[in-house]
């Protein structure tokens, strides 16, 4: 006699307790929403809404480099508000108030991240500078973003993905295993500091070393950009997919401290990883 059959015959009361938990169940979506972001000089192209929960966030880029960031706003933030938000990201030295970085693409469409969605408001903004000081914002690459409220309770858990390294974010240091694995991985990214912080991943080029890439007046000769999570607020956690073949990288951030302005490199924020 099966288990399902046991419970039936003696009690009708553990029936009706197994047949709710079971529909509950498959209610509740096991996999993550994909939400495909396009970005072009001037523009930004997205969903209007999404479904809160853990969100597979991929960044197209048509032309150009872009950093493209999710922030989040209070869920009361009007128009005026995300456009005056907007518009301070280009002198700010951190996030404006009242957002939060919640993450993104520093790479494009190199790597995937999973970022966490509540109901509320949220603008994507490009942060990177253009030739003439300013972020990519300020001339029309930002998109609104609302997210949804279920109808029922709970219908929108989903599960992050299973996380191979854990990487934990300070002011100002990366904290954490400097041995990873090789192939397909998923960095749990958790900033536990008092600032923004983003993580950067570089693969040296054979024979080059830190010290040389440190110094090098274009790094970008010895080493070649693998992946990375744009910035990320204070207590806040997203997840970055890469993929390592065997060498040596480095993780930084160029994040600007809020006191001084010097990138978070400069105080200290960068890590030697070995993939063996």
């Known amino acids: ?143 609104l973003l609302h997210v949804q409220r279920y109808a029922t309770a709970n219908a929108g858990d989903t599960v992050p993905p299973r996380a191979t390294h854990d990487v934990r974010m300070v002011d100002f240091a990366y904290v954490g295993p400097d041995h990873w694995a090789a192939g397909p991985q998923w960095l749990r990214i958790a900033n536990t500091g008092t600032q923004d912080h983003q993580l950067r991943l570089a693969r040296l080029r054979d024979g080059a070393s830190p010290q040389a890439w440190l110094a090098a007046d274009n790094p970008d000769t010895l080493a070649t950009t693998v992946a990375g999570m744009a910035r990320v607020g204070p207590g806040e956690v997203a997840y970055l997919q890469v993929v390592l073949t065997r060498g040596t990288y480095i993780e930084y951030c160029l994040v600007a401290d809020v006191a001084t302005h010097r990138p978070h490199i400069e105080l200290g924020m960068l890590r030697v990883i070995q993939v063996p």
Request: hydrophobic content about 45%; overall charge positive.
């Open 1 to 143: 006699m099966g288990c399902a059959e046991f419970v039936m015959r003696r009690s009708p009361l553990l029936v009706m307790m197994w047949s709710l938990a079971s529909c509950r169940d498959a209610a509740r979506p096991n996999t993550r929403a994909e939400l495909l972001v396009t970005v072009r000089t001037g523009a930004i192209t997205a969903p209007d809404s999404v479904q809160p929960g853990w969100t597979s966030v991929r960044v197209e880029e048509v032309n150009d480099r872009h950093i493209v960031v999710l922030f989040r706003l209070p869920a009361t933030a009007t128009t005026a508000a995300v456009t005056a938000f907007v518009a301070a990201l280009d002198t700010a030295p951190a996030t404006p108030q009242p957002g939060v970085a919640i993450g993104g693409s520093e790479v494009g469409g190199r790597s995937e991240v999973v970022l966490h969605l509540t109901p509320g408001v949220y603008v994507f903004a490009c942060v990177r500078r253009g030739n003439d000081g300013h972020r990519h914002a300020s001339s029309g690459e930002s998109r």
